[in-house]
């Protein structure tokens, strides 16, 4: 019986159906998979950043008690085994297609990166692998290596490819120069600012994990992985790497612990085990422990930029100019280069009416482990130089830091609003957040509780942070004609069994977002089937018939509009089933929350009778519609969707010791329709948790030969209980207004819009010591390195 | 190999060992408990966090022949015969303290120990310093924080925020 | 890791018995220390002595005006010890400082105290309160015992078995840690102490705690966090990382000094 209480639809702050696994230790994540006959692989990784392989002798690990086998490069590369696709091509600004070296799964001649693998022993148990692992013998002659974003440019530099001149992947722009040089010229104030975007590790808490199976019979190969996109991962790993069709390999995802953009790609170790469980014959486990997650998960943000700003004498926004350097890593990862490119350069232009603007972004090749996109994906790094820019530019000429905002605002008359870097923006009210924002954080009073800390030795300071993105990527022509070698559509398919019950498949992946109930809740509330008896089915390709996956905050925008595709045509369908049984006009049958009813009268059916019939067709118009209730939909987003809002931050810094502590976080964000209010806060309070690590606490960092020195959890710091402030996330709500939904997305705006509110607050704390700019992460050390020097200035 | 016998969940196990295993491999190998997670290599997550005696261990950071004769629970063994959640876990969900799930055994198991070592009841401050050795990335342990609040509430039987939030 | 034999004694003497026949045996308590070290295979003991099973290990007593901790005694029981508490506070609350929850569950004094790693907190409270380390063979002021970073007066196989601490007239402690392990990058533990003002300093110091002698006659002159204000350590005596510089654990161990003090009260 179908009966819907009024709460499981949009709306509701429905609890998570996923939860009762999860609580109980019953999810199944990778890891916990073990298939018959299971053997255990490690990978052999190098601990150079920039070598020759000279020489590998297996012989005495091969001999090492329950060694099964071992692989090296070389035995890949004699069966033709495809490099490590990229998966989106930058061209150059004179139209050249961008350097793109060769990625071998295993290391051929030449390792590039600490954590590069070298080799991969498969024994019956992990710790046999391990110690045969140490017993391999790899005659390296290490190179000189180079792992600075701006070093990779200079002269001289050590060179990561042969076929990357320079270490330059690709110099690219977007914009009007010629326009943005008259701007300038006019301009009444000039302000320019260069930071540096931190290097981040992603560090979902489950650890990547991979299972290679292979039946020896059929010849099908199973891939078990912890991905974000399996369908994704069938499609490279199958067409490009190990040339098996996809009615051959089956790549499932099940719970995955986390995921943050880190678990979109491709990865080597993917292959590896599903290649080699071909050639051993038995299912082959792959876990990765955490240090070696630091050293080969790709890696996040790692920008350095100058940006200038074109102000007239009202404070008005003329211009911006933006270089970035893009650090890729010693491979490109799958999406690596679009992200300083599409994803980054095109939100120059943030909530602002900026005229005109131009961009040029180089990437380099380092010896350091790929960097692709993390959480937020290149619109952090624009909403942080933006951002922070602003606040520069606002000191400098003397104006209030929002109402130089606020003057710069686009209006919400404006939208639809076309920006200069390629943008449309469909829907907004800056003005509205902004508002909220500093009524819910009493930017009034803050003047009051600044005096307060200073009384008590601590200084105090706020900042602001109003931005706008990009996500729920996205049109899949507009993305091709940019150089997406994929299209970003997604899939739905809504399966009503005979009974009335719903199986919902979908191409998008859950890794702690919620879809089993959020997706649910969107069929209660169209379909009226109550959401205990809606049953999402995602990450395996051999239930979901294909999909693009979870990223870009894209699920519910991209996915969740194929599943209300989908349940048009169920509606459509059941209409003529039940204008059938009802002996009326398709035209007068109405469908509202699981009634179909023929208009004006009382003539009713339930969706479980229109299922029913379709199933067991006795009375049903057999030679007109075909029987059964399953419908698919491809949905491909008409553009992108753009939430925004507005972040404020209070901090206090401890002079004596230099640390920051978060005494208030307020966020305001326009997600468009929110179907559970309960889900979106935990999002966005997690998002702005790894912003607030960003801002604070996080840095990868090499030292100059290419060693991670933040290599494990001793070092490199993440964020813990203590650490954050309890934060206060509200929602303002404009529809985004070209998907069926209105929704626009919310998992990303935490990561976004929060660092450049932190690290506005740090220099207003710092605002008596004449600090124009610190970069992130302002970690205890450096700020102390603040106040001394200025003590030691005025001394 | 050595032989170890413990009690995991009330049931009590003999297993064979190397003596370099783990407690926690000995749970997700030996007796395929894999709701206790190992999230790092450096005993800081605490995904592994199991009890042992009523306190909490992190069971990647002992061996499982130092566990000779003694009483563990896991993740798996909170909830009554009946499927009843313990406070704790019925907390987690009401707060939405969770979002992949891969932290929420530890996290759960390191909880229920801070709420029993602190029989006055705990501020918002102390159960944030009292989570120091676990890390979750997804929910900025906000509402991991409430959720312990609450169910420390329920679990030294005072007013029943829990009860409350339900009724709501 | 490694594979390795076990053994469970259960006396001292046993222990010191396996120990002396096997120089590549390594005795564990809580194994906070030496577990974390064997799974990143930094070391390849042949044995691993299960010291848990000795009961005369454990506990602690007041005796007169010193307390006895037993070497086995857990973190967490010195945090919530109501003779610890009632006689050396500071350094109860000290333990409820080390590490984690889980740590403070499991790990030992005596553990700690073999161990002497650099930014460990014990050693810095016993430098300062003038405890003695009693072993199965002797009694070690503790002056004697620490020897620098991860090193001690013990001999190959001899075990830590008591800790006796005077009880001061007070003490206090302060520590900023490394924000990433949370271990003390630098900490202070200042005792006045019938021996007089003694001032331990740990996680800073490039070869392990030290005594911090300026400070000492600073405060005994003048027992006051104004006293120490204008001492600084020299950098080139302590160590530095990617979170602490030498210069910057110097300026710190000022504040945690003065900290320290008002911790005492």
Known sequence: MNVVTPFEGIGASLRRKEDFRFLQGRGQYVDDINRPGQTHAVMLRSPHAHATIDRIDTAAARAMPGVKAIFVGEDMAAEAIGGIPCGWQIHNKDGSPMAEPMHPALALGKVRHVGDPVAVVIAETKAQARDAAEAILVAYTPLPAVSGTEAALKPGAPQVHEAAAGNLCYDWHIGDKAAQEAAFARAARVVKFETTNNRLVPNAMEPRAAIGDFDAFSGDYTLYTTSQNPHVIRLLMGAFVLHIPESKLRVVAPDVGGGFGS?????????????????????????????????????????????????????????????????????????????????????????????????????????????????????????????????????????????????????????????????????????????????????????????????????????????????????????????????????????????????????????????????????????????????????????????????????????????????????????????????????????????????????????????????????????????????????????????????????????????????????????????????????????????????????????????????????????????LPDVGVATHTTLCTHNPLGVKGCGEVGAIGSPPAVMNAVVDALRDYGVRHVEMPATPQKIWGIVNAHRIAAE | MPQVTLTVNGTKHTVEVEARTLLVEALRETLRLTGTHVGCDTSQCGACVVHMGGDSVKSCTILAVQCEGSDITTIEGLAAADGTLHPMQEAFREYHALQCGFCTPGMVMSAIDLVNKHPDGMTEQQIREGLEGN?????????????????????????SELARAAAE | MYDFAYHKPASVADAVKILAADPEARPISGGMTLLPALKLRLNRPSAVVDLSGIAELRGVTRKGDTLVIGALTKHYEVATSAEVKAAIPALAAMAHTIGDTQVRNRGTMGGSVANNDPSADYPAALLALGATIETDKRQLPADEFFNGMFTTALEVGELVTAIHIPIPEKAGYAKMRNPASRYAMAGVFVAKTAAGVRVAVNGAGANGVFREKAMEAALAANWSADAVAGIKVDPSLLNGDIHGSAEYRAHLVTVMAKRAVVDAG
């Open chain 2, 135 to 159: 890390l979750c990335r997804c929910t900025g342990y906000h509402n991991i924080v409430k959720a312990i609040a609450a169910a420390q509430d329920v679990m030294h039987g005072r007013v």
């Open chain 1, 263 to 723: 678990k979109i790609y491709h990865y080597a170790e993917e292959a590896i085990v599903t290649w080699a469980a071909g050639k051993v014959k038995r299912p082959i486990k792959w876990t990765c422990e955490r240090s070696e997650s630091f050293m080969s998960d790709a890696h996040g943000r790692d920008h350095v930029s100058t940006a200038e700003l074109a102000l007239d004498a009202e404070g008005k926004i003329l211009g911006l100019k933006v270089h970035t350097l893009a650090n890729m890593g010693a491979y490109l990862s799958t999406f690596a280069p679009c992200v300083p490119t599409y994803l980054y350069a095109t939100l120059l232009s943030g909530v602002y009416a900026t005229p005109v603007i131009y961009a040029e972004v180089k990437a380099v090749f380092t010896n350091t482990v790929p960097v692709d996109a993390y959480r937020g994906a290149g619109r952090p790094e624009a909403t942080y130089l933006l951002e922070r820019l602003m606040d520069v530019a606002a000191a400098e000429a003397g104006l209030d830091k929002v109402e130089f905002r606020r003057r710069n605002f686009i209006r919400p008359d404006q939208f639809p609003y076309q920006t200069p870097v390629a943008l449309q923006y469909d829907s907004g009210d800056y003005h509205a957040t902004l508002a909220m924002a500093l009524e819910a954080a009493d930017w009034a009073g803050f003047e009051g509780r600044r005096a307060a800390a200073k009384a008590q030795g601590r200084l105090r300071g706020i900042g602001i942070s109003t931005y706008v993105e990009a996500c729920g990527i996205a049109p899949s022509a507009v993305v091709g004609s940019l150089g997406a070698r994929a299209g970003l559509y997604e899939v739905g398919t809504i399966r009503v069994h005979p009974t009335g019950s719903v199986t919902v498949l979908t191409g998008a992946h859950s890794h702690g977002q919620g879809h089993e109930t959020t997706f649910a809740q969107l069929v209660a509330d169209k379909l009226g089937v109550p959401t205990a008896n809606v049953d999402i089915v995602h990450g395996d390709t051999a239930k979901v018939p294909f999909g693009m996956g979870t990223y870009g905050s894209r699920s519910l925008a991209v996915g969740g509009s194929a599943m209300d595709k989908a349940m048009d045509k169920i509606i459509a369908k059941g209409k003529r089933i039940a204008a059938h049984l009802m002996e009326a006009s398709v035209e007068d049958v109405e469908f509202e929350r699981g009634t179909f009813r023929v208009a004006g009268t009382d003539r009713t059916k339930s969706l479980t009778d229109i299922s029913l019939a379709a199933y067991v067709p006795h009375n049903y118009p057999i030679d007109e519609i075909e029987p059964g209730l399953e419908e698919t939909a491809f949905y491909d987003p008409k553009n992108f969707t753009y939430p925004g809002g507005c972040h404020i931050c209070e901090v206090e810094i401890d002079p004596d010791t230099g640390r920051t502590t978060v005494v208030n976080f307020t966020a305001v964000d326009d997600v468009g329709r929110v179907i559970n209010p309960m889900i979106v806060e935990g999002q966005v309070q997690g998002g702005i948790a790894q912003g607030i690590g960003q801002a604070l606490l996080e840095a990868a960092v090499y030292d100059a030969s290419g060693q991670l020195l933040s290599g494990s959890f001793m070092d490199y710091t993440m964020p813990r209980a203590g650490d």
